[in-house]
C-alpha cells in the first residue's frame, strides 16, 4: 500500500504513521512544517497547506488510500481559518481522491460534532449531527468538522468508498494540546472545575485511536463493506469521571488536584463574554473560556462504541491503565 496521512507529524497522525510503517506501507505524509523525525523513519514528507488545493491534489497522486487526519483544532472566535482548513481543506481532499483515482478515504471527524449542550449518555451513531446549534453557538472548530464529515460520507461511492471516525478525547504520550495544557494551567492556578463535577466522559488511548484507523481502512476494501458511508464513535468503551481523570493527570505530573470550581451557568457568562470581546478587537489567541467549553467541560459525553466493534472489530487493546503508565514515563522523560 502506498499511503497518505495528512497531518501525519500531529499527535495521532504520527502514532498511524508508525503503525503503517509497521506493516509494511509505504508512507507520504501532508503538512505545513517539516518533520524530519519522520524522514528519518523513512516517510516522504510533502510540505503544503490543506487550503491549498493544488498542494493537496499534488499529495494524493499516486496513492491507495489516504486518511485525512489534519484538521485545525481549538476555540479561537475568528471563523475563517477553520472554514479554510476543515472544510476547503476536506473538498480539496476529495477532489485530491477522485482525481487520482484513490478507492478509500478514512476522515477523522470528531464526536463533538453531534454535541448540541446536553448530556450524551451513551448514544449511538444514530444521534444527529447538531451542525445549527454548533453555528449558533459559535464552535467553529465542531462546526466545521461537522460540515467536513457531511461532505465525506456524501462522496461515499462506486469510485471512491469514504468513512468517518470520531474518537473522543485523544490522549497519551506526545500530546501537546490537552496534557500539556492541563499541566500549564494548574502550574498557574487557573485550573477551575466546571459545573458539578459529576460528569462521565469517554476517551481513548491514542495508539488504540490509530489502530481504529487502520482497522477502518482495512475494513473499507471489502465489496459491500458495511462501513463505506458511516461514521463511528471511538473511545476506551469505559467512560471515566471527568474532573477525577483530569486530578489523575495532574497527579501524574505531582500537581494537586483541582479545588476551584464555578457554576456551568457563570462559564457560560465568561465564555459569552470574552467571545464577544476576542471578536470585536480581533483577538486570534483562544480564549480560556467560550460557551461551547463552558457546556463541553460541565455535561456527559459518552458513546456506544458497539458499531465500531461490529463493522472493523475495534478493541481498546492497550487498557486506560497501561495507557496512563505509559503517559507517565513520558511525563517523567519531559521534566
Ligand atoms: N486530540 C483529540 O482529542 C481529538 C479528538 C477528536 C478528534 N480529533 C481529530 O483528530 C485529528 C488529529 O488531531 P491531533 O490531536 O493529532 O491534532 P494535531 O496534533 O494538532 O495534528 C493536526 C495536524 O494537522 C496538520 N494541519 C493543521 N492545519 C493544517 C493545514 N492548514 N494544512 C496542512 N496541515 C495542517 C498539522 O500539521 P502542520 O502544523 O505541520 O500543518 C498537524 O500535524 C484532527 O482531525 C482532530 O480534529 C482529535
Not at 449558533?136 to 456524501?154: F, G, P
Not at 506526545?174 to 469517554?202: E, F, M, S, Y
Not at 461490529?310 to 492497550?318: A, H, K, L, Q, S
Request: with cysteine; charged share 20%.
Amino acid at each position: 500500500m502506498h499511503t497518505l496521512v495528512t497531518g501525519g507529524g500531529g499527535f495521532l497522525g504520527r502514532y498511524m504513521v508508525e503503525q503503517l510503517l509497521a506493516r509494511g506501507d509505504r508512507v507520504r505524509s501532508f503538512g505545513r512544517r517539516a518533520y524530519p523525525e519522520l524522514e528519518t523513519l523513512g516517510v516522504e514528507v510533502v510540505r503544503g497547506d490543506l487550503a491549498d488545493q493544488g498542494a493537496v491534489v499534488a499529495a494524493c497522486d499516486g496513492v491507495d488510500l489516504v486518511f485525512h487526519v489534519a484538521a485545525r483544532p481549538g476555540v479561537s472566535v475568528q471563523r475563517l481559518p477553520y472554514v479554510q482548513a476543515n472544510v476547503h481543506g476536506t473538498k480539496n481532499v476529495l477532489h485530491g481522491c477522485l482525481t487520482h483515482g484513490i478507492s478509500r478515504l478514512i476522515y477523522t471527524s470528531s464526536p463533538s460534532v453531534t454535541f448540541a449542550g446536553e448530556d450524551q449518555n451513551g448514544v449511538d451513531e444514530s444521534v444527529p449531527v447538531a451542525l445549527d446549534w454548533l453555528i449558533r453557538h459559535r464552535s467553529h472548530y465542531s462546526s466545521t468538522k461537522a460540515i467536513a464529515e457531511q461532505r465525506v460520507l456524501q462522496a461515499n461511492g462506486e469510485q471512491l468508498r469514504t468513512c468517518a471516525l470520531r474518537p473522543h478525547l485523544i490522549w497519551g504520550p506526545r500530546d501537546q494540546h490537552l496534557i500539556p495544557r492541563l499541566i500549564a494551567k494548574a502550574k498557574a492556578g487557573r485550573l477551575r472545575r466546571v459545573g458539578t463535577g459529576a460528569n462521565l466522559v469517554d476517551m481513548i488511548y491514542v495508539e488504540n485511536a490509530a489502530e481504529a484507523h487502520l482497522q477502518a481502512g482495512e475494513a473499507l476494501s471489502q465489496e459491500n463493506s458495511p462501513v463505506a458511508g458511516n461514521a463511528y464513535f471511538l473511545s476506551q468503551g469505559e467512560p471515566v469521571d471527568c474532573w477525577q481523570w483530569i486530578d489523575e493527570i495532574l497527579a501524574l505530573a505531582g500537581l494537586a488536584p483541582v479545588k476551584k470550581s464555578i457554576s456551568r451557568q457563570a462559564a457560560w457568562r465568561v465564555g459569552a463574554l470574552l467571545e464577544a470581546t476576542y471578536g470585536l478587537l480581533g483577538i486570534r489567541s483562544e480564549p480560556a473560556m467560550t460557551r461551547f467549553l463552558a457546556a463541553q467541560l460541565a455535561t456527559s459525553h459518552w458513546f456506544d462504541i458497539s458499531a465500531a466493534r461490529r463493522d472493523f472489530g475495534y478493541e481498546p487493546r492497550i487498557s486506560a491503565s497501561e495507557g496512563m503508565q505509559r503517559l507517565s514515563r513520558w511525563l517523567a522523560e519531559q521534566a
